[in-house]
């Protein structure tokens, strides 16, 4: 039987606890422990598990400064300490965040030399608001920016589509690449909320200008909206953008039991968006790769991300949302500036 999808992760990244320093911190290795559990019950859903290798600190210069990766490098190897208010390293917290970034790379590579047309990556410290040159919100290194950076510059592709369904604002992600037309970054989150970035009119700057799409949703948005958003803008957005490579910030925070946001998606609105992607991947003939980002309620955390390989991997069809919504329609007329919806 053909593999499903290929599924990356590392041990070390179970090593990473920011409670060492801040008991009751949300990001725990549990969350990692209970997707694997999950899995491991359904058979890993016919899905290959291959171990991520660690990035090389060059590789992380892909998109951080040297003094960041240094910085971090060394508050580490001191023992650890804060970040701040929200981010803390213990003296194992480098290597994770080293086998999670090389885990995403990897994924992009499997990807790009047709190894698999689906890759995840259960890796943690997740990634999406760790800036070029900071660290924050939980973050590091910033996976996903460096799978598409890598991507671009060692591996052949020329464009990379970029969701961000995390229920926060991938901000370092969009920093990373908020002036280059070679990066579609989209990214559905609450507002108000942390961060605190992405506003509606946000496009990206310079020649990158259209290339950031960013969609605030208010708290107590459901499936309906973030459907909507994704099938009527990011999508059609992300068609005429025409990327060789795709990939999803994956947060499972959006969901309405979440204790760190107030949206209101059920384990199944993953599935349903996950399948909106994989027949835009199928029908452009792109691979798709998934890393994981934020969701803190780790039992529903992992049933969402077992619906949304599920989802991947063929299962179900997907289901049109209504296009009328007024923040569907001021989302396609502020986007509509910039591509054919
Ligand atoms: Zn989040």
Redesign the pocket.
């Known amino acids: 039987m053909m593999t499903a999808g290929l599924y990356f992760s590392h041990p070390a990244c179970l090593e990473h606890d920011p409670r060492a320093h801040m008991p009751g911190h949300p990001d725990t290795p549990e969350r990692l422990e209970a997707i694997e559990r999950e899995l491991a019950a359904h058979a890993w859903l016919g899905w290959d598990r291959r171990a991520a290798p660690p990035a090389e600190e060059s590789q992380l210069e892909l998109v951080h400064s040297a003094r960041h990766v240094r910085a971090v490098r060394e508050l580490c190897e001191a023992g650890g300490g804060a970040i701040d208010a929200d981010t803390y390293v213990g003296e194992t917290s480098y290597p994770a965040a080293l086998y999670a970034a090389g885990g995403a790379c990897e994924m992009a590579r499997a990807l790009l030399a047709g190894e698999t047309r689906l890759g995840f990556c259960g890796v943690r410290p997740s990634g999406h608001h760790a800036e070029p040159d900071r660290a924050m919100g939980f973050c590091l290194f910033n996976n996903i920016a460096l799978a598409a950076e890598l991507a671009i510059r060692e591996l052949g592709a020329r464009r990379v589509f970029i969701l961000d369904w995390?229920?926060?604002h991938g901000n370092g992600t969009a920093e990373a690449f908020r002036s280059r037309p070679d990066v579609l970054f989209s990214s559905i989150h609450e507002s108000p909320l942390y961060p605190g970035t992405g506003p509606l009119e946000d496009a990206g700057s310079g020649p990158g200008e259209g290339y950031t799409i960013n969609l605030p949703v208010p708290a107590g948005s459901e499936e309906e909206l973030w459907l909507s958003l994704l099938e009527h803008v990011v999508l059609p957005a992300a068609v005429a953008f025409e990327p060789d490579l795709v990939l999803i910030s994956a947060?499972f925070?959006a969901h309405l039991e979440d204790p760190?946001a107030s949206c209101r998606l059920e384990t199944g609105s993953f599935a349903e968006m996950a399948r909106h992607v994989r027949d835009f991947a199928e029908r452009r003939d792109v691979p798709l790769g998934m890393i994981l980002?934020?969701g803190y309620r780790p039992r529903v955390q992992a049933e969402c991300v077992r619906e949304t390989l599920a989802a991947l991997g063929g299962e179900g069809q997907a289901r049109s949302a209504a296009a009328e919504s007024p923040i569907t329609s001021r989302a396609a007329a502020q986007v509509g500036r910039y591509w054919p919806l």
Do not use: A, I, P, T
Request: net charge negative; hydrophobic share 25%.
């Open positions: 995390d229920v926060h947060g925070d760190l980002e934020g």
